[in-house]
T-cell receptor, first 114, second 115 residues
């Protein structure tokens, strides 16, 4: 069974600082990995995903994530935080290409301080 | 393109009452999902439909939860009777086909409070 662990339920950064949100996964098959963002009172929006190929994945709003198989990690980064990045971020793993069940982590609340 | 619509946005009921949520997916999307998101946790899949057929309902508490997707478009999720632990946000999502290459688009959710 797949599982996801997000280290740090709350992360606080200053505007302009590096954003690093950590995600480690457990999967018995080659994983398919996702990052979603959720703004208050809204649904989830896909930031980026790793399926196959290049391990460094670029997403929307300047975010990127690197798949590291040896570390079973898929950390999300952004070089310079913006106030509008304040939201909750979820890492998720899929159970395979032909299925589409997503198993989500518990989320990381990102606060951006002026 | 209109997004996934859900109603109501908020619902407060007492335990043992019944409640129903409605979802209208993006036009043309064959796959529809219902997730439960308890406060402080990530969403958990309850049920997945492909057109009007159930693909995965392994995590649906079938003694009290039911869902249907008549005509392969709109869907309703019902809880009867509700328990305190059902307090959560219920998210509906849709995708064009059930494949990880196809993004799941989420609605805004229905926030249920059971008193």
């Amino acid at each position: 069974a797949q599982s996801v662990t997000q280290l740090g339920s709350h992360v606080s950064v200053s505007e302009g600082a590096l954003v690093l949100l950590r995600c480690n996964y457990s999967s018995s098959v080659p994983p398919y990995l996702f990052w979603y963002v959720q703004y208050p009172n809204q649904g989830l929006q896909l930031l980026l995903k790793y399926t196959t190929g290049a391990t460094l994945v670029k997403g929307i709003n300047g975010f990127e994530a690197e798949f590291k198989k040896s570390e079973t990690s898929f950390h999300l980064t952004k070089p310079s935080a913006h106030m509008s990045d304040a939201a909750e971020y979820f890492c998720a793993v899929s159970d395979g290409p032909s299925g589409s069940r997503l198993t989500f982590g518990e989320g990381t609340q990102l606060t951006v301080n002026p | 393109e209109a997004g996934v619509a859900q109603s109501p946005r908020y619902k407060i009921i007492e335990k043992r009452q019944s409640v129903a949520f409605w979802c209208n997916p993006i036009s043309g999307h064959a796959t529809l999902y219902w997730y439960q998101q308890i406060l402080g946790q990530g969403p958990k899949l309850l049920i997945q439909f492909q057109n009007n057929g159930v693909v995965d309902d392994s995590q649906l508490p079938k003694d009290r939860f039911s869902a249907e997707r008549l005509k392969g478009v709109d869907s309703t999720l019902k809880i009867q009777p509700a328990k305190l632990e059902d307090s959560a946000v219920y998210l509906c999502a849709s995708s064009s086909v059930a494949h990880i290459y196809n993004e799941q688009f989420f609605g805004p959710g229905t926030r249920l409070t059971v008193l």
